[in-house]
């Protein structure tokens, strides 16, 4: 799944590409992959100008002209891209965005879990889902990090998965910053000392950053806003490398599962 620096690099990459631009009409070809009514949707984006493409948590959220939200929720294998003018839409393209220079904007998604959403200002801000989301990783304090985990007794690993506590992170990103900060995925957050929070706080933060400076991660389908694939996956230090050698200290890494999600930990760098 797309996780905060995949939908940040397809926000980066998006915006300079259709902003000031102005959808002229709007094929709908899975109605049921939009939230909502497919006919009001058309209404309110057609004729409308992109003003701002931006993200929050994992959501890809287009600002348009007379205060409508484009809200995209990628899910497992949603993509939001514009190719190149002679591709056609395929049988995963299931709505595209004609804009007024002859450029169009893709949502495809081949396993339909993504959908696409449509909100005013007010209604945005009331959604549920947006409105009890967590603060964003790169933009919370120490402090409030530390308390944001520190009072709770559930499994780090699974508090991290939480957008209610924290936005935007996934299985990669907690993988990956857990191991970098030697925490185990299963130790209680209010079992954490100030330093392994501190620790956490930093580590999660520096793999995000580099992460976005990467491209985001690809595998399965993530693609940017052209279609480029992330480099990320390849400064992985345990995600996914179960039976592999620690990069720290060369113990063979295992995995747990920690709310439902395979977890890759290195036993000895991260203790229980
Ligand atoms: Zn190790």
């Given at each position: 799944m797309p996780e905060l620096p995949e939908?940040?690099?397809?926000?980066?990459?998006?915006?300079?590409?259709?902003?000031?631009?102005?959808?002229?009409?709007?094929?709908?070809?899975?109605?049921?992959i939009i939230?909502?009514?497919?006919?009001?949707?058309?209404k309110t984006f057609i004729r409308q100008k992109i003003v701002r493409v931006w993200r929050r948590a994992k959501l890809l959220i287009f600002d348009l002209a007379g205060s409508a939200?484009?809200?995209?929720?990628?899910?497992?294998?949603?993509?939001?891209?514009?190719?190149?003018?002679?591709v056609r839409p395929d049988k995963h393209t299931h709505?595209?965005?004609h804009l007024d220079d002859g450029e169009s904007i893709f949502f495809q998604d081949m396993r339909k879990f993504g959908y696409c959403a449509f909100y005013s200002t007010k209604d945005l801000q009331l959604w549920n889902f947006f409105a009890t989301l967590g603060p964003e990783p790169l933009e919370v304090s120490h402090d409030e990090f530390s308390r944001l985990f520190s009072s709770r007794k559930g499994r780090i690993k699974a508090l991290l998965l939480d957008q209610k506590i924290i936005a935007g992170v996934g299985n990669i990103y907690a993988d990956e910053s857990l191991f970098m900060a030697g925490i185990h995925p299963e130790t209680p957050g209010n079992r954490l000392s100030a330093r392994e929070l501190g620790l956490l706080y930093h580590n999660l933060k520096e793999v995000l950053v580099q992460a976005i400076d990467a491209g985001g991660s690809?595998?399965?389908?993530y693609r940017n806003a052209l279609g480029y694939s992330g480099r990320f996956q390849e400064s992985f230090l345990v995600y996914g490398k179960k039976g592999e050698c620690c990069p720290r200290c060369k113990t063979i890494l295992q995995t747990c599962k920690v709310a439902g999600?395979?977890?890759?930990?290195?036993?000895?760098?991260?203790?229980?």
């Open positions: 939908v940040e690099t397809i926000a980066r990459g998006i915006e300079p590409l259709v902003v000031n631009k102005t959808i002229n009409n709007i094929s709908v070809y899975y109605p049921k939230a909502g009514d497919a006919e009001l949707f058309q939200h484009l809200v995209f929720h990628l899910k497992m294998t949603g993509k939001v891209w514009l190719p190149h003018r002679d709505v595209v965005f690809s595998f399965r389908d999600r395979t977890s890759c930990v290195c036993p000895a760098c991260q203790r229980k």
